[in-house]
Nanobody
């Protein structure tokens, strides 16, 4: 079992910043990638940002240049720095982690989500 604990969501005015954190814990053999996805009401879940254990990143088009993902491999923790927030960034943000529980068994786990609300 892998648990993901998210923190850092909240209410912010447009143009402001927030920092999300997500820590993975449990019987983890290795973590390959961690990332953030978001889902706004009535919309599908979409990629925000993702980072591999080697440091490669990819971002959703709508957040490029405004959001930065980083990772502490030793702590299995991923961070999302969100700057220049817009009302359209309002959504529930979900942490995702993929890796291995053992040399044979993989995992793909999700956090419970944290609400980010950007007021205009």
């Amino acid at each position: 079992q892998v648990q993901l604990v998210e923190s850092g969501g909240g209410l912010v005015q447009a143009g402001g910043s927030l920092r999300l954190s997500c820590a993975a814990s449990g019987s983890i053999f290795s973590v390959n990638a961690m990332g953030w996805y978001r889902q706004a009401p009535g919309k599908q879940r979409e990629l925000v940002a993702r980072i591999t254990n080697g440091g490669s990143t990819n971002y959703g088009d709508s957040v490029k240049g405004r959001f930065t993902i980083s990772r502490d491999n030793a702590r299995n923790t991923v961070y999302l720095q969100m700057n220049s927030l817009k009302p359209e960034d309002t959504a529930v943000y979900y942490c995702n982690s993929m890796g291995r529980l053992t040399s044979l068994h993989s995992f793909d786990s999700w956090g419970q989500g944290t609400q980010v609300t950007v007021s205009s």
